[in-house]
């Protein structure tokens, strides 16, 4: 994230604001539990998660490669995530509570995936930050990685926030 797009915060989020986006996400959103999505890091500045391979999400069976709509479910919601922190790093005077309800608004814009990779790998490392938090809409870019780390698709998208 660019420091002249959204400053760095000094801060880390209270224990109750990250176990209730995890509960949102890993629980609340039942296809996050479909795609096996879990949230390893939430700060303010971005989010990142993993997606463990498993037969329900091969796409091409001759490969085991996942299927490109898990690629781009998993992403949008890696965006989604780090929205939400974003708005709750920008609302740090409000209980984590009130903060957890600041999303019902957020959706999804416009979102772009690039696939540079067949995804074959163990598991997948999801992460995501935002570039622009504006009063109305937010930008974002994102990555998915194998196991080793290697890149193997980008994303950008554009969510609303209000």
């Known amino acids: 994230m660019s420091k002249a797009a959204q400053p760095t915060a000094n ?3 209270e224990p109750e ?3 209730g986006l995890k509960a949102i996400f890993e629980e609340k959103i039942v296809f ?3 795609l096996g999505l879990k949230i390893t890091e939430v700060t303010p500045e971005r ?3 993993r997606i463990l391979m498993k037969p329900e999400l091969v796409g091409h069976y001759a490969y085991n490669r996942l299927h490109g709509g898990v690629v781009s479910a998993g992403l949008d919601a890696m965006a989604g995530l780090a929205v939400m922190a ?3 790093a920008r609302h740090m005077d409000e209980a984590p509570a009130l903060r957890l309800h600041r999303f019902a608004k957020l959706g999804t814009i416009d979102l772009r ?3 540079l990779r067949p995804a074959i790998s163990e598991h997948f490392e999801l992460r995501a930050q935002v570039l622009r938090l504006g009063s109305r809409v937010a930008s974002i870019r994102m990555e998915m990685l194998d196991a080793q780390g290697k890149l ?3 994303g950008a998208g554009a ?3 209000s």
Do not use: R
């Open 11 to 13: 801060f880390a989020f």
């Open 17 to 19: 604001f990250i176990d």
């Open 32 to 34: 996050n539990q479909v």
């Open 47 to 49: 989010v990142a998660g």
């Open 86 to 88: 974003a708005i709750g």
């Open 113 to 115: 995936i690039d696939y």
């Open 152 to 154: 193997l698709s980008t």
């Open 159 to 161: 969510y609303i926030v």
